[in-house]
């Protein structure tokens, strides 16, 4: 259901809560196979040495992508790639043992890796937001986005794209603070191709779907038309119950705890992961207010 088919447009006293979804939006979208830092690192690299010596076209997806991002000027899409290199580099592997706690938590993102979309493209659910550190919170977002671009790779997509699916209800959900917008400036200097990435919200209030439709102008097409409020239960237009997670209503029998097994052992960890699940100490969004004003709406009729 896309917002632009609700009717409706709510009063502007909801704003400061329809800022606080876009903000949000804009933060998941730097959210996103078995890539490590360090393979991620050498074709980055190989990709940037390829765009400046190569007078062909780009021959990776990734060099593709920044070619875009840059307008097809090929020194400019190297040296950006080459400053991602360092910055992979610098940033280090991220390991199934540091990822865990999070992923055993309230709050987190991760690609489902081996289910697709119905367009064929990697599924990253969102169940509220990542929390952590700074450093934490960047290497949980980034890691999502190697494993998405080398999910894409290896089932011979032509563009890097995804599905994130995005669930409102986690009490992890909630204004960006200092690390999402760190994240955020992230992805926008290094996973450039994300910002067109398809984003999924269910479990918003009605009306922070009415109010989208008055944000319709400030968006780009393409902005807006990324951008989609469902319900569980309407998303088998978008993934196939197949490869929908079983708290979505689908039949996928992927789980959290064989996930965290498998990356486990391709890390050479043969001996179970013991990691604590991470507490979310920050501010939790309250969506009691609007659930109980859209009631009121949908009475009034």
């Known amino acids: 259901k896309h ?6 447009v709510a009063s502007s006293r909801w704003h400061p809560e329809l800022a606080s979804i876009m903000l949000i939006a804009a933060w998941l979208l730097v959210i996103a196979t078995s890539a490590v830092a360090k393979s991620v690192h050498l074709s980055t690299e190989i990709a940037a040495h390829r765009l400046v010596s190569s007078p062909m076209a780009a021959t990776s997806i990734e060099e593709r992508a920044f ?12 040296q950006a790639l080459c400053e991602k290199a360092a910055w992979l580099h610098a940033r280090g592997p991220a390991t199934i043992q540091e990822l865990a706690p999070f992923y055993r938590s309230e709050g987190y993102s991760i690609v489902l ?3 697709c979309d119905v367009r064929g493209a990697p ?10 550190t700074t450093a934490e919170v960047i290497k949980q977002v980034t ?19 995804m599905t994130t699916i995005v669930n409102v209800r986690s009490p992890t959900f909630r204004f960006p603070d200092k690390a999402c917008r760190s994240a955020i400036r992230i992805a926008q200097k290094y996973y450039p191709w994300t910002g067109s990435c398809k984003l999924v919200f269910i479990g918003v209030p009605d009306v922070i779907r009415w109010t989208f439709n008055g ?7 393409v902005q807006y038309e990324a951008i989609t409020f469902a ?3 309407e998303l088998t237009s978008i993934v196939s119950s197949a490869n929908l997670l079983r708290e979505l209503g689908g039949d996928s029998n992927w789980t959290m705890e064989e996930y965290i097994t498998h990356r486990a052992v391709a890390e050479g960890i043969y001996t179970p992961v013991v990691a604590k699940p991470k507490v ?19 009475a009034a009729g």
């Open 3 to 8: 917002p632009a088919q609700n009717v409706g």
């Open 67 to 78: 070619l875009e991002a840059h307008g097809g000027k090929r020194e400019q899409a190297a």
């Open 113 to 115: 890796e081996g289910l």
């Open 123 to 132: 599924i990253v659910y969102s169940n509220g937001m990542p929390h952590g």
């Open 143 to 161: 890691d999502t986005y190697d494993r998405v671009m080398a999910q894409c790779e290896a089932s011979g997509r032509e563009s890097l794209d």
């Open 215 to 221: 944000l319709k102008s400030l968006l780009s097409a």
């Open 231 to 233: 319900e569980a239960d």
């Open 280 to 298: 979310f100490s920050g501010k939790r969004f309250d969506f009691a207010l609007l659930d109980a004003l859209t009631g009121q709406r949908r």
